[in-house]
């Protein structure tokens, strides 16, 4: 049976069109970029045109954008080149709902010599923004925000906060894995630095990332070696992921309005008919600014792990939370600082669609969940029938 993949925030299929593209440098197109040879020199050639097609999905210069293996890489990259470019300062500010890639980080170098100031969320995941504001320093390094979060689809302020930030002199850093190919943007107009995406996020495989750095932020490579990526992150070139990348980011924009469009149809429509079919079910995040694929709903006095294993024998695939911290037996950290109650936390589903997915898989699913949930409610202790209407 073919699953009904409603976990894209995860990770999505590589597009068939990406592949395809991709295929010929497994094999006759074998050549180094770098080298000297035509050979080499031709596929250094698609290298350069993909990444101009990334560039003009972010609107960026081409010598703006570097190739890495992995949104974390990127996020690593950013936050350790503002650190090692202005030593003298040791504060840094994120959010307390940012991807484990920034979050975990933050949480290190807090307990190294940095001050790290994580700023609080409201109940439908709303960024503090005065809390922010007022924690800007002369000593701030950093601001890192996420562009959109990944478990709620909660969208951030950025380019606002990036513009405020930019008033102090400090660089400012936002994780857009979730965000690219879902909405428009223009980097060359924002205030943004730094900015991370993942390629598995948007029908590109995974082991490619980006990271934009704008023309003139002070940069200090995390990975030195080779002059690759203009001496900005050495190793040999991801040849075949690369121009995979630049394949997809020609496919998100022209699938940009599917997704604000049907997409958010499927998202909306899966969204309130399981609330109206299952009690003591909530959306988690703020329902009007938030990403057009993603809805996190709670289901009240059962175990997100259960529902996801009754789930998996229908042949549905979602997610408790972030898959990078999926494996943990505790709430979502996001969950909890957004104030989401404990009998909810624990029972909440993220259901991330692309643009493979159908009305037909939203009808299945919406067949499926409500006995789901009642079955594992009849088990629960503290689940009494009727208690809530």
């Not at 809390?131 to 320093?137: E, V």
């Not at 023309?215 to 991801?238: D, I, V, W, Y």
């Not at 993603?294 to 009240?300: D, K, L, N, Q, V």
Request: charged content about 25%; aromatic content about 6%.
């Amino acid at each position: 049976m073919n699953p009904i993949y409603m976990d894209n925030n995860a990770t999505t299929r590589v597009a068939p069109e990406v592949l395809e593209e991709m295929l010929p440098y497994f094999s006759d197109l074998y050549g180094n970029p770098s080298s000297m040879h035509t050979f080499g020199g031709n596929v250094g050639s698609t290298l350069k045109k993909a990444r101009e097609n990334v560039a003009g999905l972010l609107g960026a210069l081409p010598e703006e954008i570097l190739f890495t293996s992995c949104g974390t890489e990127s996020d690593s990259t950013a936050i350790h080149a503002a650190l090692r470019s202005n030593p003298e300062k040791k504060h840094i500010i994120t959010t307390r709902v940012e991807h484990p890639a920034v979050k975990n980080l933050g949480e290190y170098l807090a307990n190294n010599g940095y001050r790290v100031t994580f700023v609080p969320v409201d109940r439908d995941g709303r960024l503090d923004e005065d809390f922010l504001y007022k924690s800007l320093s002369d000593d701030t390094a950093l601001v890192s925000v996420m562009w959109a979060n990944n478990e709620t689809g909660t969208i951030f302020p950025v380019e606002k906060i990036a513009r405020k930030v930019r008033e102090w002199g400090i660089v400012f850093h936002t994780d857009a894995v979730q965000v690219v190919g879902k909405i428009p943007m223009n980097l060359a107009d924002s205030a943004i630095d730094m900015f991370s995406l993942s390629g598995h996020k948007l029908h590109a495989p995974k082991g490619i990332g980006v990271l934009y750095v704008r023309k003139g932020t002070k940069f200090a490579p995390f990975l030195m070696g080779g002059h690759q990526e203009g001496g900005r992150r050495a190793g040999t070139e991801n040849t075949a992921s690369i121009i995979g990348m630049g394949r997809a980011a020609r496919l998100v924009v022209d699938s940009m309005e599917d997704e604000n469009t049907r997409v958010r149809a499927l998202r909306d429509k899966l969204e309130k008919e399981l609330l109206k079919r299952i009690p003591a079910s909530m959306v988690n995040g703020d329902p009007e600014n938030r990403l057009p694929n993603t809805t996190s709903i709670a289901f009240e006095y059962v175990e997100g792990e259960a529902i996801l294993l009754l789930m998996d024998q229908h042949g549905i695939c979602a997610s408790s939370g972030s898959a990078c911290t999926s494996g943990s037996l505790e709430p979502s950290h996001v969950l909890r600082a957004m104030g989401v109650p404990f009998t909810a936390a624990h029972g909440t589903i993220r259901y991330s669609l692309s643009i493979y997915n159908t009305e037909e898989e939203v009808d299945f699913v919406i067949e499926k969940m409500p006995p789901i949930i009642e079955r594992l409610r009849r088990m629960s202790p503290f689940w009494k029938e009727g208690q809530i209407s």
